[in-house]
């Protein structure tokens, strides 16, 4: 009943030139498949190379971040209106490395998430815990708090708009998965939110991602959890091959 999603992040890699072959050569393969949502996030400055390489399919363009503000003086920041006007129509919001390295706070990250709403963007809201908080028992609680927080006063009528990706920064660029018992567990504890958050009919609806060393050679398992919904996937769709052999297992969990 959720349609599986998976988003390539591309962080910090791909020049225009570079994001246009790679936005190409996922166009061409997947043309106009509608079994799976495919979702590429190139840097801010190779978004509109890759919305040009992406225009005839249905792959469709997001951004990796954004400012809450309209516009003003914001140095180095864009926001939600100038990633519309490239033809994203997803953000990722609060990613780990953004938490981590610019030390995003969970107020920051809700304001920025009621921005791409109130410009129908479809945020996707990182979370997840750190290797120490899940070595000392407070995965849960982490994730509870990043959830409960990110997803703050989102208006009923927008609610439909709102995924959630949940990366174990442990697993984050390090080639350690969390098994698919573990993430199930996480996902159906975030779910389990999501009632007060966004309403009951919703929170069966939204989609729960999983993100951190997704691969090809992992992705079923995982996709195969009854509250995972998609995938987040850094290294793995910096090349089209391995990206493509991921939404092609995704096709196949969802037939
Ligand atoms: P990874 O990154 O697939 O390289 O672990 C996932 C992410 O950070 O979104």
Known sequence: MRKILIAGNWKMNKNSAEASE????????????????????????????????????????????MHPERSGAYTGEASAEMLRHLFATYVILGHGERREYFKESDE?????????????????????????????GKAFEVVERQVKAGLANVPADLADLVIIAYEPVWAIGTGKTATPD??????????????????????????????????????????????????????????GRTFLQIVEAAA???R
């Open 108 to 136: 920051f990250i809700n304001q920025k998430v009621l921005a791409a709403l109130n410009s129908r963007l479809k945020p996707s809201l990182c979370v997840g815990e750190t290797l120490e908080e899940r070595e000392s």
């Open 252 to 254: 196949e969990v969802s």
């Open 182 to 239: 573990q993430a199930q567990e996480m996902h159906q504890f975030i779910r389990g939110h999501l009632p007060a958050l966004l309403g009951e009919a919703q929170a069966q609806r939204t989609r729960i991602l999983y993100g951190g060393s997704m691969k090809p050679a992992n992705a079923r398992e995982l996709l195969r959890q009854d509250d995972i919904d998609g995938g987040l996937i850094g290294g793995a769709s910096l090349e």
């Open 22 to 65: 790679l936005a190409a050569e996922i166009a061409q393969t997947l043309g106009r498949q509608h079994e799976v949502d495919v979702v590429i996030c190139p840097p801010f400055t190779a978004l509109e190379s890759a919305a040009r390489a992406i225009e005839n399919s249905g792959v469709k363009l997001g951004a990796q971040n």
